[in-house]
């Protein structure tokens, strides 16, 4: 089994910035494709962004394009999603999932999540 840990969590004032980090442990990280979701109370979880287990090729959200990051260190087994100009609407649990054949929007492809971390953009 892949474990997957979210840190990075916080609250910030809206403009603001907050980077998330993802650990993972049990197999091998390099193997794995990795995503950032969201998900906000009374909504669906939101693709954020994804990048390949090489990190040649990220993918992003519409609502996020421009302003998040994605990136991967495969030597300390970890991926960022490194948060600027953040929104009050940017407000969710994020969450970070793993799967060894597929980057994309859909959350149903994924095999792995972590548990998630709290983000909040206060106006």
């Known amino acids: 089994q892949l474990q997957l840990v979210e840190s990075g969590g916080g609250l910030v004032q809206s403009g603001g910035s907050l980077r998330l980090s993802c650990v993972a442990s049990g197999r091998t990280f390099s193997n794995y494709h990795m995503g950032w979701f969201r998900q906000a109370p009374g909504k669906e979880r939101e693709f954020v962004a994804g990048i390949t287990w090489s990190g040649v090729t990220t993918r992003y959200g519409d609502s996020v394009k421009g302003r998040f990051t994605i990136s991967r260190d495969n030597a300390r087994n970890t991926v960022y999603l490194q948060m600027n100009s953040l929104k009050p609407e940017d407000t969710a649990v994020y969450y970070c999932?793993?799967?060894?054949?597929?980057?994309?929007?859909?959350?149903?492809?994924?095999?792995?999540w972590g548990q998630g971390t709290q983000v909040t953009v206060s106006s």
């Open positions: 999932a793993a799967d060894p054949s597929y980057m994309g929007l859909s959350s149903d492809r994924y095999d792995y």
